[in-house]
């Protein structure tokens, strides 16, 4: 049982570059989510996904896109990369029950130069 | 705005040592608060939580937190620290009152268990 799977591991762009992000879970769950975490600040929450076919903003969206067009993978694009962008990314997923808590992906580090 | 304020950047205890972490809360409803726990270049895992109900939550790895209305508090605490137990702590709360994992952070905090 793999639980939630994030590739690549490591990144390294270039400003202006685009790349996807993807992330793969096998428990079933309704909910994703994409959280950046930065020195400092803890976690914040990119998008998110209450099932198949849909999205929606969290709390930082603006450079980032994503789709879920299946119900166990959930791609977070960078359409042009931006130095401020560098960070670690973290995708996780919950059944979407009330009290149910997320389950994380070991995270994908990307450098933007 | 909603908020979670972890006071300690970091927090050094003796091994067989009492441990607690600091967590604040901004008051909003009645929020679900959270503890994750982050190892080196791993992903956050899920410690306990509190929904309603007995103010002392237990949870994994013999961790429980106090949760303090009064206050604004929930606070993790261990009776005896492991070294095992060094990493970072993430308290986290429920955006407004329902748990849709939407989740506002702390800043983290580190502990660090000495032999």
Not at chain 1, 43 to 52: A, D, K, M, N
Not at chain 2, 65 to 75: L, V, W, Y
Request: hydrophobic content about 30%; aromatic content about 12%; charged content about 15%.
């Amino acid at each position: 049982n793999a639980g939630v799977t994030q590739t690549p591991k490591f990144r390294v762009l270039k400003t202006g570059q685009s790349m996807t992000l993807l992330c793969a879970q096998d428990m079933n769950h309704e909910y994703m989510y994409w959280y950046r975490q930065d020195p400092g600040m803890g976690l914040r929450l990119i998008h998110y996904s209450v099932g198949e076919g849909t999205t929606a903003k969290g709390e930082v969206p603006d450079g980032y896109n994503v789709s879920r067009l299946k119900k166990q993978n959930f791609l977070l694009g960078l359409e042009s990369a931006a130095p401020s962008q560098t960070s670690v990314y973290f995708c996780a997923s919950s059944p979407g029950t009330e009290y149910s808590p997320l389950h994380f992906g070991n995270g994908t580090r990307l450098t933007v130069t | 705005a909603q908020s979670v304020a972890q006071p300690e950047d970091q927090v050094n205890v003796a091994e067989g040592n009492p441990l607690t972490v600091k967590c604040t809360y901004s008051v909003s409803g009645n929020p679900y608060l959270f503890w994750y726990v982050q190892y080196p270049n791993r992903g956050l895992q899920f410690l306990l939580k509190y929904i309603t109900g007995d103010n002392l939550v237990k949870g994994s790895y013999g961790f429980e937190a106090e949760f303090n209305k009064s206050q604004t508090s929930f606070h993790l605490k261990k009776p005896s620290a492991l070294v095992s137990d060094s990493a970072l702590y993430f308290c986290a709360r429920s955006r407004g009152s329902s748990n849709t994992g939407k989740l506002i952070f702390g800043q983290g905090t580190t502990l660090q268990v000495k032999p």
